[in-house]
């Protein structure tokens, strides 16, 4: 989901100070001045002294916004070279300096600034309750006050879905805002497409419409194309409206799409599926990754259902997103211009439509032991020409794609648990500001990195992928490994985490006491 939240990635780097690590992050705005400020006041040293960076192995690193990350185990090592002494006016005159430059950085930072305004909204909203209206929700930020407001007043009843449009009243999103020229098919390189054929494949390099370029060939490589009769400009059409319809959510957009598609296209691949399944299986398979998320608010099913929003209404409580998600999905299809299955009969459309719902609808994690139990029923006796034991198997693949990131290298699904707490923080501050239930996993005040992510491989990733791996030996070093290694991490995390924090409860507690002999 090529979203401008998760386009944006800070580099870290890790410094060794006193036998402790320290973690700093910095944009690539930032010059070379500014880093090393940035690194000085992380030392503790002043801020005009000029220093070197040295690995372990004594190799000097250059200081700029180009310079190589590092981790954990590699920290780099901070050398105070010399103190440069400034005249008053010059002092002031570098202030100066830094503060204009600060302001026109900002002038930049547009994604930077995107939890500053939700922060703003949120107390905007606070201040309309406290006048007496009831607000349901503001989703997109607005750089107009004006603009915001009247929203605002608009949306005075609770019942109103988080939705950037009324799914039901309002098709001018659904209605493809510009054509095929503006998106011009990018020469994928071999190395790229055999890349692409991986988990390791790095999802955050490429821009929206490299993105789209990719998902284009993954359908002209598995033959879907020729198969289906699907008209290549309407698969264009088609893919650019589907991308339109994501939100610019810190998780759940485009990027994230095109993440889930490219773990299915390489499972399809691993597991040698076109052999095993149909070609219809497979087009399924493709498309419901691909619209697994349309027109996702930001706000999980809970929020819907506890909000009383217009989705969790219309849909009963029963997986409201999820069904949101199919009904946007068709809705584009009904478009001619976007219909890539207008050249199959119907009964074939039929069975694609309810293989695209029930895939969908298995996204929803409040299905997840259902699901999961349902297809380990079958495994012993698994039969491909079943069809019941086909659909759960599709089930289980798309599940496994949706929260699969994990099973990338570490550079690449490290930043999507900063992206999805971004977003679980968003929501829990809303509930808190609505009075609503707040989950403890979606807390600020409460979840750390390592503990979101320990239990959650531990009970729902790995159990998954073992299941699957009994039907797919080759799962396991290409998929379980990756999950087992992530898991050792962050519980590796967690230690130092916990170390940390009982030895600064210890040093308050002899603080305290300490002050309480003064006494």
Known sequence: MGSSSSTYRPKYIYLEIDGRIQKVAFSKYCNSRDIMDLFCIATGLPRNTTISLFTADDCMVSIDPTMPANSERTPYRIIPVATEKRTEKEELFQNLLVQVAEQLSRVFKIDELKTEVTNHLAMLEKKVELEGLKVAEIEKCKSDIKKMRDEMAARSNRTNCPCKYSFLEDNKKLILRRDVPSYPKYMLSQETIETLRKPTFDVWLWEPNEMLSCLEHMYHDLGLVKDFNINPITLKRWLLCVHDNYRNNPFHNFRHCFCVTQMMYSMISLCNLQVKISQMDILILMTASICHDLDHPGYNNTYQINARTELAVRYNDISPLENH?????????????????????????????????????????????????????????????????????????IKCCDISNEVRPMEVAEPWVDCLLEEYFMQSDREKSEGLPVAPFMDRDKVTKPTAQIGFLKFVLIPMFQTVTKLFPEVEEVMLQPLWESRDRYEELKQIDDAMTKELQKKKNENLTSGIRDK
């Open 325 to 397: 998600h199919c009904a946007v999905a068709f809705q584009i299809l009904t478009q001619p211009e976007c219909n890539i299955f207008s050249s199959v009969d119907k009964e074939q459309f039929k069975r694609i439509r309810q293989g695209i719902i029930t895939l969908i609808l298995a996204t929803d994690m409040a299905r997840h032991a259902e699901i999961l139990d349902s297809f380990k029923e079958i495994l012993d006796n698994f039969d491909y020409s079943n069809e019941e034991h086909v659909t759960r198997l599709k089930m289980v693949l």
